[in-house]
C-alpha cells in the first residue's frame, strides 16, 4: 500500500492500527492472527481492556500490557513517514499487492516493507539459497541456475546473504530477469552492507522485502524466520551448496511444510558445502542438475498466473515450450476442447496439432479425453 | 571343483558332460537349464536324439544339431586339461564352492572358471563399477570406498577395466582384503593387456573369474552379460562414476532386478561422469558419501555368513559394531533371549548391556519383545 494512503481504512482496520499493532515486541504473525480472529480488527485488538486481550491463548500480563499501551507508546505515524521518505512501501496481508503465494503459509508476515515492486507474475518464483561460505562451483551453479530459470520465466527469491544467495540474484539480474531478496533486519540496515548497491540493483529490477521494521537490526534469530518468507513466497526451492549446519536446510524445511517442492544439487562428497544438499536428497529432494530439472518437476500452479509478457500460465512447464507448443495449448480455453475446435481455433494444419498434442501430453500439460477430446488436468 | 575330478560324476553327470554342453555355441545359462531340467543331465542332454531336443522351448533344427554332435565336436577333456596346467578351476552351478549369491540370479552361469579362490565369506561381497573414463575424483572415491569397505570385512566386486574397476580392486588389495574380478572373455586373455599383473594380485587375494571358456576373446558384446555376474556375486552395487551410457548402469539395472541394493556417489553437476550416478539417484538409488552409508543401508543377509576372521555374520551393519557390541550381539543365539540371559552369558554388567542393546536396536540389529526379551529380526 502506497504510503500516502496509511489512514484510509481496509474494511474497519487503519494501515496506521494495523502497523502498530504488528511492531508490538512479542506479537508475531500467529498472535497478530489470534488477536485480530478475536477482536475482529487491528483497531479493536488496541481498544481491547487487558483482561480481554488475556482471553487470547498466548497472550499472558507482560504482553496483554505492551498491547494496550501500544497506542501511546509504538509511533506508527513517524514509521509510516520513514518508510514513505525512504520510498519503502507496506503492503499488508489481504491487501491486492500482497503476494499470493506468500498469504498461503500458515504464518504469513502481517505487513510486508516492500522496496521496488510486487506484480502478479512473482508468483511464479522459485527460491535459490545455500551457504555464505560456497565454493566457486556452488556460486557458478547458483548463478547459472539463476539465470536460466529467469530466462524461462521465473522470478529468483533469495537472501541476499554473501556466498550463493549473491549469485542467484546476480545471475537473474544478468539474465535481465526479475529477482526478490528477503531481508531478516530492516531494509534501511542492509545486511551485509557490502551489498547495498546489489540490493538497490534488484529493487530496480525486482523488490527487497522484509517483513522487519526498516530500521530494524539484522538479528540472527531473525535468519531462521526470515527463511520461510523465501519458501513461501516461492513454489519450490532450490540448495545449491550447504553444509549439514547452513541454514538453508531451515529453508528446505520450511518449503516441505509448506507443501513447495525441494531441490537440492549434488557435489563431490569430499565437498563438506555438499553434504547438507546430499542429505536433502537423501531425504528426498529432487536432483537438480539443469533448469528444465526445475520446470519438468514443479508441480502445477495452485491459480493461474500471468508470465512477464502477460501470458497466463497454468503450469510452470508451460515455460518450457516453443511458440508454436504455446500456441496449441493456450488455444485450449474452457474445460475441455476437442481436436477439430484446436485446429480451427489455431488455424494450425491437423498433423502439427496432433503431433504438438503429443508432446504436450508427455510434459503432462494436457490429458486425452475419449472422443477425440484433450483437456488440462 | 580340482580339473583332476574333472570325470567324477556329480549325481548321474560328469563335470566333462556339463562342460562339453556348456561350451556348445549358443546354449547360454537359460537353454541349459531348460535342456538340463528336460533330460535330467547333463550327460542326457547330450545323448538325446535331435527330435526330442527340439521338444525344449528354445532350441531349434541348428541348436538340436549342435548339441546332438556337441561330444564328437567338442573337446572338453582338452579345455579341462588347458585349466589344469593354467591353474583354472571350474567351479559349477550346484558344487559346494559355487558363490551362494549367484546361485540366486535367474540366470547363473553354469560354469565358473576361477583363477585364486572363492570362499563362503565371498558372500559379504559389494561390487563397485564405474567408467572407463573416470576423473581423478571418480578413481580417488573408488580407491577410497574400496578400502573402507575391504577394511570392515566387505569383498570388493569389480570387472578389471579401466578407470574405476581398476581402483576399486586397488583400493581392496592396498587395505589388505579380498577382491574378485569377473572378466567378459577368457581368463588367458585378460583384458585390458595392460591389467595382467593386476589380475595376478587380484588371483593371489581373492579371485579373478569369468563364464566365458579361458581362450575366449573379450567381445564387447559379453560385457553386459557380465555385468549380471558382478551384481550377481554383490549385496549391492556402487556406481562411482558413469556417464548416461555407460555400461555401469546396466550393472546397476541387473542389480535392480536381482534386488540387490543400488547406491551411487554424486558429483558435480558440471561433470558428464556424474550424470549416470545422478540418474541413478532419480530413480531411486541411494546416495553414498562413506562406507558407512552403505553398510548402514544393505539389507539383512539372505544366511548368515562367516567373515574373515570365522564370525557368524548376519547383517552387514554388524561390520560397523565395536569389539564390545559384537560381544553383546553374539550372545544372542537362538529366536530371543532375555536381557537376564545376555548379561549373564556375556558377563557384562547389565548397565553396559541394556546401553548396548539401545546401539544395537538403533543400527536395526534386534528388535525389542514384550518382557524383557530381544530377538534378532
Known amino acids: 500500500m502506497d504510503p500516502q494512503a496509511a489512514n484510509q481504512t481496509t474494511g474497519a482496520d487503519s494501515l496506521l492500527d494495523r502497523l502498530c499493532l504488528s511492531l508490538v515486541s512479542g506479537v508475531g504473525p500467529r498472535l497478530y492472527k489470534a488477536l485480530v480472529d478475536h477482536f475482529g480488527s487491528a483497531s479493536a485488538v488496541l481498544a481491547a481492556p487487558m483482561s480481554e486481550l488475556r482471553m487470547v491463548p498466548g497472550i499472558g500480563a507482560k504482553l496483554s500490557q505492551a498491547v494496550s499501551r501500544a497506542r501511546d507508546e509504538i509511533d506508527a505515524t513517524q514509521e509510516i513517514e520513514f518508510c ?34 510486487l506484480k502478479p507474475q512473482d508468483s511464479l518464483a522459485i527460491a535459490i539459497v545455500g551457504s555464505r561460505h560456497a565454493t566457486q562451483y556452488g ?33 537473474a539480474l544478468a539474465a535481465g530477469g526479475r529477482t526478490i531478496a528477503v531481508l531478516g533486519g530492516g531494509l534501511a540496515q ?16 525486482g523488490a527487497v522485502a522484509s517483513e522487519a521494521p526498516p530500521r ?22 532450490i540448495v545449491v551448496e550447504a553444509s549439514t549446519h547452513s541454514g538453508a536446510l531451515i529453508t528446505a524445511r520450511h518449503a516441505m511444510e509448506q ?19 546430499h542429505r536433502l536428497l537423501r531425504d528426498g529432494a529432487k536432483l537438480v542438475e539443469s ?8 508441480g ?23 511458440e508454436l507448443e504455446q500456441q496449441v495449448l493456450q488455444s485450449i480455453t474452457g474445460d475441455s476442447a476437442s481436436i477439430d475446435e484446436i485446429v480451427s481455433s489455431s ?12 508432446v504436450l501430453e508427455m510434459r503432462r500439460l494436457i490429458r486425452r479425453l475419449s472422443g477425440n477430446r484433450v483437456m488440462r488436468p
Open 139 to 171: 556460486l557458478a551453479q547458483a548463478e547459472r541456475l539463476a539465470a536460466s530459470l529467469a530466462r524461462a520465466g521465473l522470478v529468483i527469491v533469495s537472501g541476499l546473504a554473501r556466498g550463493v544467495d549473491a549469485a542467484a540474484h546476480r545471475g
Open 216 to 237: 530494524s537490526q539484522p538479528l540472527s534469530g531473525s535468519f531462521p524466520q526470515r527463511n520461510r518468507i523465501i519458501s513461501g513466497l516461492s513454489l519450490g526451492v
Open 300 to 322: 502445477p500452479l495452485v491459480a493461474a498466473t500471468p508470465n512477464a509478457t502477460g501470458q497466463v500460465i497454468h503450469h510452470p512447464a508451460e515455460l518450457l515450450l516453443n
Open 347 to 358: 488455424g494450425l494444419p491437423t498433423s502439427q496439432v496432433l503431433s504438438t498434442l503429443s
Open 84 to 117: 514513505r521518505q525512504q520510498g519503502i512501501a507496506l503492503v499488508g496481508l489481504g491487501e491486492a499487492g500482497y503476494p499470493r503465494m506468500l498469504a498461503e503459509i500458515p504464518d504469513p508476515p502481517t505487513i510486508l516493507y516492500v522496496h521496488g515492486e
Open 259 to 277: 507443501n513447495r517442492d525441494v531441490f537440492a544439487v549434488p557435489g563431490r562428497v569430499d565437498n563438506r558445502m555438499a553434504h547438507g544438499c
Open 291 to 298: 533448469a528444465d530439472d526445475v520446470l519438468e518437476e514443479l
Open 190 to 205: 542492509i545486511y551485509p552492507p557490502e551489498h547495498k548497491p546489489l540490493a538497490d540493483e534488484i529493487a530496480g529490477q
